[in-house]
C-alpha cells in the first residue's frame, strides 16, 4: 500500500500556527514511509473561498519546506459529489428534510424534556409524498440527510450501534451513532457541507490515513458509515491533539498575530515555527530542529499526548534564537549585503552579533551601530564625560586587532583607576550607544579607529 495523505485547509483565511501541526504530521508521516502529500482546498464555499488565500496557503507551506505532490481543489470536483449523493438517494440513505432551525430547535427541547438524546428523530422519513409537495409549495427547499446504520428494522428506532477504529494515535476507538443525529450532506441551495466531499475525495483519491486534529474523532464514526455506503476502502485513522493558545483557548484564522504570513514578516524561521508547532504536547523537550528531516524523527505518533497543546508564543523566539545563534554568515549572506556591512567584514561582523539576535532582521541594528553614526548620541553626566574623554585619548592608533580591546582598557584601568561596570559600561554606551551588546573585543575592530574616535564625547 503507497502511504497517500491529504491536508485539507479552506481558503477563508491565512494559515496560523495552529494550521500548520496538522500539514507537518501529515507531510513528516508520508515523508518517512516514502508516501505522498496531497494539498487538497476545501473551497466548496465560493462565498468565503478566496484564490488569494489559496494561493497565500501554498506560498506558506513551501517557506515552511512542505512540496505538495498533488494539488486539489473540491471546486473542480462537484461532479464527483453530485454522482455520490445520487448514489446514496437511490439505496435510500440519502433523504429529504424540511424543518426550519426553529422546528429543530424546538424538537430538540422536547425530547431533551422526556429524557432523550437531542438528536434529530427522524421525521422526516415519515412525511408522506403529498406532505412534502405541500412543504415544496410553501417554498421550502429541502436539506438532505445521511440515515446512519443504527437501527435494526424501524429507523426512528436506533438501538446502540458501535463504530470502531484503531486509531493510529489515539489506540482503539468507540463512537455510538445511537448517539448522533443523522449528519445533513446537503444544504437547502444544494451545496455540499464538508462531510460528503471529503469522504468522497478520500475515497477517490485512494488517501490511506487520515491524520488531523481530535475535534474530528466522533466525525470518524458517522464517516466510516459514509465510506461504507458508498463502497470506499475505509482509510486508516489517527487524531492528534491541537494547539490552543496559553489560556486554552483555540486557535482560528482570525488570531493574525499568529498566521504564518504575519510570523514570516516578523523574521521568524520557518523551523522555528515547525519544531513549536510539532513537538509542543509531544514527549521529549521542545527543541529547534535544523530541518524538517531531523523533526520528522522526532514525530512520534506514541508520544502524542491526550490532552491539548498549549502554544506559548515566548518558546518561539527562544527557539527562532537558537537557530539564529548557530546560523552561518553564507545563510544571511543577503541581508547582511544588504545591510551596508563590507564584504571584508561580513563573517567578522555576523560571528560577532549572532549570539544576541532572536531574529535575523535584528542584525540590522547592530549594522547600524557599527557602521554609521549613533542617532541619537549617547549623552553623559560630567564626571563620566571627563573620564571618557580621558580614554578617548588613549585610544591606540589603526589597525585594530581583536586585542585592542583589552589593551586599550587596560591603559584606560591604569590612567584613570576605573574598574568594572564603572570602567567599562561608559564605554560600551559612548561605543554603540546601548548598555548590552555582543563583546567589544569582537565589535572595536569593526568600528574601526575612525567611526570610534568620532565618538568621543
Not at 488570531?255 to 508547532?277: D, F, H, I, Q, V
Not at 521529549?284 to 522526532?298: H, N, Q, W, Y
Request: net charge negative; aromatic share 8%; proline share 6%.
Amino acid at each position: 500500500m503507497t502511504v497517500t495523505v491529504r491536508f485539507a485547509p479552506s481558503p477563508t483565511g491565512y494559515l496560523h500556527i495552529g494550521n500548520l501541526r496538522p500539514a507537518l504530521f501529515n507531510w513528516l508521516f508520508a515523508q518517512r514511509e516514502g508516501g505522498r502529500f496531497v494539498l487538497r482546498y476545501d473551497d466548496t464555499d465560493t462565498e468565503r473561498s478566496r484564490r488569494e488565500y489559496a494561493d497565500a496557503i501554498l506560498e506558506d507551506i513551501q517557506w515552511i519546506g512542505i512540496r505538495p505532490d498533488e494539488i486539489v481543489r473540491q471546486s473542480e470536483r462537484i461532479a464527483l459529489y453530485d454522482a455520490a449523493a445520487e448514489r446514496l438517494r437511490e439505496k435510500g440513505l440519502l433523504y429529504p428534510c424540511f424543518e426550519t432551525p426553529d422546528e429543530l430547535e424546538r424538537r430538540r427541547k422536547r425530547r431533551m424534556a422526556r429524557g432523550l438524546p437531542p438528536i434529530y428523530g427522524r421525521e422526516a422519513l415519515s412525511l408522506t409524498e403529498a406532505e412534502r409537495e405541500a412543504f415544496e409549495a410553501e417554498g421550502r427547499r429541502p436539506h438532505w440527510r445521511f440515515r446512519l446504520p443504527n437501527f435494526r428494522d424501524d429507523p426512528q428506532s436506533p438501538e446502540r450501534t458501535e463504530v470502531h477504529w484503531d486509531d493510529v494515535v489515539r489506540g482503539r476507538q468507540t463512537v455510538v451513532l445511537a448517539s448522533l443525529s443523522d449528519p445533513v450532506l446537503v444544504r437547502e441551495d444544494g451545496t455540499y457541507l464538508y462531510t460528503l466531499p471529503s469522504v468522497v475525495d478520500d475515497g477517490e483519491m485512494g488517501i490511506s490515513h487520515v491524520l488531523r486534529g481530535d475535534d474530528h474523532v466522533t466525525n470518524t464514526g458517522v464517516q466510516i458509515a459514509l465510506f461504507e455506503a458508498l463502497g470506499y476502502a475505509v482509510p486508516l485513522f489517527g487524531h492528534f491533539n491541537l494547539l490552543t493558545t496559553i489560556d486554552g483557548e483555540g486557535l482560528s484564522k482570525r488570531t493574525g498575530a499568529l498566521s504564518l504570513r504575519t510570523l514570516r514578516a516578523e523574521g521568524y524561521e520557518p523551523m522555528s515555527l515547525a519544531s513549536l508547532a510539532v513537538l509542543t504536547g509531544l514527549s521529549g523537550s521542545i527543541e529547534a530542529m535544523p530541518d524538517l528531516t531531523a523533526l520528522g524523527k522526532r514525530l512520534d505518533f506514541g508520544g502524542v499526548s491526550a490532552s491539548s497543546s498549549k502554544f506559548d508564543p515566548v518558546e518561539l523566539d527562544r527557539l527562532n534564537a537558537e537557530l539564529v545563534h548557530a546560523m552561518p554568515v553564507e545563510a544571511v549572506s543577503e541581508q547582511v549585503a544588504a545591510w551596508g556591512v563590507p564584504e571584508a567584514e561580513r563573517e567578522a561582523f555576523w560571528t560577532a552579533v549572532r549570539g544576541n539576535l532572536t531574529k535575523v532582521p535584528d542584525g540590522k541594528t547592530w549594522a547600524d551601530i557599527l557602521y554609521r553614526d549613533l542617532d541619537p548620541a549617547p549623552s553623559f553626566n560630567d564626571e563620566d564625560t571627563t573620564f571618557l574623554r580621558a580614554a578617548f585619548d588613549l585610544l591606540p592608533d589603526a589597525p585594530f586587532e581583536r586585542t585592542i580591546w583589552k589593551n586599550w582598557t587596560d591603559q584606560v584601568k591604569a590612567q584613570t583607576g576605573r574598574k568594572g561596570k564603572g570602567l567599562f559600561m561608559p564605554l560600551r554606551l559612548a561605543l554603540t550607544g546601548l548598555d548590552h551588546g555582543p563583546e567589544l573585543a569582537e565589535l572595536l575592530p569593526l568600528i574601526g579607529r575612525d567611526r570610534a574616535s568620532s565618538r568621543r564625547p
